[in-house]
């Protein structure tokens, strides 16, 4: 049973929210909580050695980075031997990329509703071992990735299937257990992209019955690190590539390139710890912030919104993007702020192919208000009554 959600409580965990600014690009990135902030200076202060040494301090090093580890698996619940914390989720997918192995001739299916780092890798990929690429879309208006969409390109062929779990633009939540057993049910691996679906609900990547899952600390209230899992089975298909004298047994063993910085890898117990607790509360606070702008951006004959319009949080999380009849988002964005102290922004957010290709939208792309559940429903207000200035 989800209990209230106390925004004040939780804010005062941000030392950045006490400044003159409404974050409102937290789908860019989250502002970090105090303790984590905390931890890292206390980690360089005290403990930072090189690991794997057996004196005093080494073995303090040692067992926080191992926690950090530990946290990461269990939130996500996971095993500890079946992630990779490594500098960002691009980093990470061009690193499996680099190791996955199929046969010539085998097919893939990429989807158009993607942050580029869910696709520049596996066209790496599928260079390299000489792959097929199919694209899979969802067109306008429902913009949502299904199993009855992805099927009709499903065969045998087809080997691996990559999507997101939200798009950072349009904010819908794709029903990727769905999509997963139609992927398994063809023979394929499912590769999917939670960056922006990780700061608003709880990840559980063995309910979601993914091979592969990513999601970056920096935009979930942590430092700037990132996470990979693999499945042990989906592992099977994936090449170490460790210097040959090193183990590899784990993900980390198999794609950790030394990569994941120890001061913030030993930070992110911090991070679960907050979010733990209050994750179930986080979804209905959430709703009440999107049907504030929603409600407002609906109403207008001259804005579209891009993805759902609803302001069910059980259809999406608040990252609103929207376009203006008459007005470019670069100055729309330009306007407001000219006006007040709320950051939020404009483009397409490297979801070019969706921007350009799905949408039909002009360079300039979409304006885009991304909350978290920091934000409060005045900040919201404040933003509508600032829109309905900039729009007179
Ligand atoms: C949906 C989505 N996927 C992937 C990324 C890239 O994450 P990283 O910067 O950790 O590579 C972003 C960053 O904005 C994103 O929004």
Redesign the pocket.
């Known amino acids: 049973m989800a209990s209230t959600f106390d925004v004040a409580k939780a804010r005062e965990r941000f030392p950045a929210l006490k400044q003159d600014q409404v974050f409102l690009d937290n789908?860019?990135?989250s502002q970090a909580l105090g303790d984590v902030i905390d931890s890292i200076t206390q980690y360089l202060s005290k403990t930072n050695v090189q690991l794997g040494a057996s004196y005093h301090t080494g073995q303090i090093s040692n067992t926080k980075y191992e926690e950090g580890y530990q946290a990461a698996a269990k939130y996500m619940n996971a095993g500890r031997d079946e992630i990779v914390l490594g500098?960002?989720?691009?980093?990470?997918?061009m690193n499996l990329a680099g190791a996955l192995q199929f046969n010539e001739g085998d097919e893939i299916i990429l989807s158009k509703m993607?942050?580029e780092?869910?696709v520049k890798p596996w066209l790496f990929m599928a260079e390299r071992l000489k792959l097929k690429v199919k694209w899979w879309v969802s067109e306008k208006p429902e913009l949502k990735l299904t199993p009855e969409n992805l099927k009709p390109l499903l065969s045998p062929k087809v080997k691996f299937v990559a999507c997101?779990h939200?798009?950072?633009i349009l904010g819908t939540i794709h029903d990727v257990r769905a999509i997963a057993d139609a992927v398994h049910e063809a023979g394929a691996l499912l590769c999917v992209?939670g960056?922006?679906f990780a700061p608003h609900r709880a990840v559980d990547v063995k309910a979601f019955g993914v091979d592969f899952y990513?999601?970056?600390w920096?935009?979930v209230y942590g430092p700037?690190i990132?996470v990979l899992y693999a499945s042990a089975s989906a592992q099977h298909h994936v090449k170490p590539l460790p210097h040959y004298f090193n183990p590899t047994k784990t993900l980390e063993d198999k794609l950790g390139f030394a990569a994941s910085n120890y001061e913030c890898t030993q930070s992110i117990p911090q991070i679960t710890s907050y979010l733990t607790p209050i994750l179930p509360a986080i979804a209905a606070h959430e709703g009440k912030l999107q049907a504030i702008i929603l409600d407002f951006l609906n109403a207008r004959d001259d804005i579209t919104v891009h993805g759902s319009t609803s302001s069910d949080p059980a259809v999406r999380v608040p990252t609103i993007s929207f376009t203006v009849k008459g007005m470019g988002s670069k100055k729309l964005v330009e306007e407001a702020e000219k006006i007040s102290n709320f950051g939020f922004r404009w483009g397409h957010?490297?979801?070019k192919r969706l921007c350009d290709e799905v949408l039909g939208l002009e360079p300039e792309a979409v304006a885009r208000v991304s909350m978290v559940h920091y934000n409060t429903e005045e900040e919201i207000r404040g933003l509508v009554e600032v829109l309905k200035k900039v729009l007179s």
């Open positions: 789908a860019g990135g500098g960002s989720t691009t980093q990470l997918f993607e942050h780092t869910n997101t939200v798009s950072n992209d960056v922006s990513a999601f970056s920096y935009k700037h990132s957010f490297y979801s």
